[in-house]
């Protein structure tokens, strides 16, 4: 009796081996986002102000750039920072309003909008959405007619140079590091 049940012992420890080594590799791909987003190039957004009252300096910065569909839909899902770069702006192709959310985002973000010439709408901040369901996480909502989004590390917006004043514009010029470092 012992002999036949040693095959079926066997294989029930077989099939929890494999089990868990295939719940523990899906745990590490988990636990080891990318620490910045992939197949996005990085850009350099420059910030300055419309408010006479405050210093006229055009502020460099580094950023991923989503301008596709497919970009846009990813974001800054499933990375741990953003990586070499100060934040990730979002280009639409044209005026537009909606909802952003934070399904499947693991950091807390700051995002502000922009109108079609670059002017500050609007900011807020942004915390990932923990649940397996979608229709748990919360929308963000938007301003009217935003042509840009700009996503930072949630708190840095000010140290980015946004404000109520701010105006942002892309150039065409390429960066590879984060400009906030310096």
Not at 15 to 24: D, E, F
Request: with cysteine; glycine share 8%.
């Amino acid at each position: 009796m012992n002999l036949r049940r040693a095959p079926w012992g066997v294989s029930v420890a077989v099939i929890v081996l494999i089990t868990a080594c295939g719940s523990s590799s899906s745990v590490v791909g988990m636990s080891d986002p990318s620490a910045g987003p992939v197949e996005f190039e990085r850009q350099v957004m420059l910030v300055s102000s419309v408010d006479p009252d405050v210093s006229s300096e055009v502020i460099e910065r580094c950023v991923w750039v989503a301008a596709t569909t497919d970009q846009r839909r990813q974001g800054l899902m499933n990375v741990i920072s953003l990586g070499a770069a100060d934040g990730m702006l979002f280009v639409q192709d044209k005026p537009t309003s909606g909802a952003f959310w934070m399904k499947d985002t693991l950091i807390d973000l700051s995002i502000a909008y922009f109108d079609a010439n670059g002017l500050f709408l609007e900011a807020t901040d942004m915390t990932p959405c923990t649940s397996t369901d979608a229709a748990d996480c919360r929308r963000y909502s938007t301003p009217s007619g935003y042509l840009f989004a700009l996503e930072v590390n949630r708190g840095d917006l000010a140290d980015f140079g946004i404000g109520t004043s701010s105006v942002i514009s892309l150039s065409d010029e390429s960066c590879s590091a984060s400009t906030l470092a310096e």
